[in-house]
């Protein structure tokens, strides 16, 4: 199971980012694709989740903002990232959970992929 995450970068705070997961290794369509994100000094955090129906969940700190996607033609996830804040600044993370039920715990994750930054100025 392989993960690389990409399009991390510098934005202004009211910018936006879109984050690809591309995934290889596994039968991507039948598994759920967790993205979690880890700031300085804190703990990794959920962001979003997407099942394989298309089913999403969001923190409550990125609703109305972030949206997740998938395209399994591409085996990818995507994270589209709009009016960012100074605190959505962190290493993002996207991860594979060990099952189909428990999804928002960093513990749930089996495998994940390599991370990339995103930092927000004001």
């Known amino acids: 199971v392989q993960l690389q995450a990409s399009g991390g970068g510098s934005v202004q705070a009211g910018g936006s980012l879109r984050l690809s997961c591309v995934a290889s290794?596994?039968?991507?369509?039948?598994?759920?694709i967790g993205w979690f994100r880890q700031a300085p000094g804190k703990e990794r955090e959920f962001v979003a989740h997407i099942s394989w129906t298309g089913k999403r969940t969001y923190a409550d700190s990125v609703k109305g903002r972030f949206t997740v996607s998938r395209d399994n033609a591409k085996a990818t996830v995507y994270l589209q990232m709009n009016s960012l804040k100074p605190e959505d600044t962190a290493v993002y993370y996207c991860?594979?959970?060990?099952?189909?039920?428990?999804?928002?715990?960093?513990?749930?994750?089996?495998?994940w992929g390599q991370g990339t930054l995103v930092t927000v100025s004001s």
């Open positions: 991860g594979v959970p060990r099952t189909a039920t428990q999804y928002a715990r960093p513990d749930d994750y089996a495998y």
């Open positions: 290794g596994f039968n991507f369509e039948q598994y759920i």
